[in-house]
């Protein structure tokens, strides 16, 4: 949960975002958002999620590059 936590700071829209774990053997996040006036804190969620999924698919496509280019033995 920290990766969307740091992504939605990364957002100049966003004021607040945190989240809690209210018991570790629960399987509840609460998440809390808080936007300016531009935005509504679902938009920013979901515009941190796109960006998340963006940068793991170039993460990933640098890794199978990397893989395929070694030659094993």
Same mark, same amino acid.
């Given at each position: %949960? *920290? +990766?969307?936590?740091? &992504?939605?700071?990364?957002?100049? *829209? =966003?004021?607040? +975002?945190?989240?809690?774990?209210?018991?570790?053997? &629960?399987?509840?996040?609460? #998440?809390? =958002? $808080? @936007? @300016?006036? &531009?935005?509504?804190? %679902? &938009? +920013?969620? *979901? $515009? +941190?999620?796109?960006? #998340?999924?963006? !940068?793991? !698919?170039?993460?990933k496509n640098a890794f199978e590059k990397v893989i395929t280019s070694q030659i094993y033995i």
């Amino acid at each position: %949960m *920290n +990766a969307p936590d740091r &992504q939605l700071h990364r957002d100049p *829209n =966003v004021l607040f +975002a945190g989240y809690k774990l209210p018991h570790p053997l &629960q399987y509840k996040i609460l #998440l809390r =958002v $808080q @936007t @300016t006036s &531009q935005s509504s804190p %679902m &938009q +920013a969620y *979901n $515009q +941190a999620i796109n960006d #998340l999924d963006k !940068e793991l !698919e170039i993460l990933k496509n640098a890794f199978e590059k990397v893989i395929t280019s070694q030659i094993y033995i």
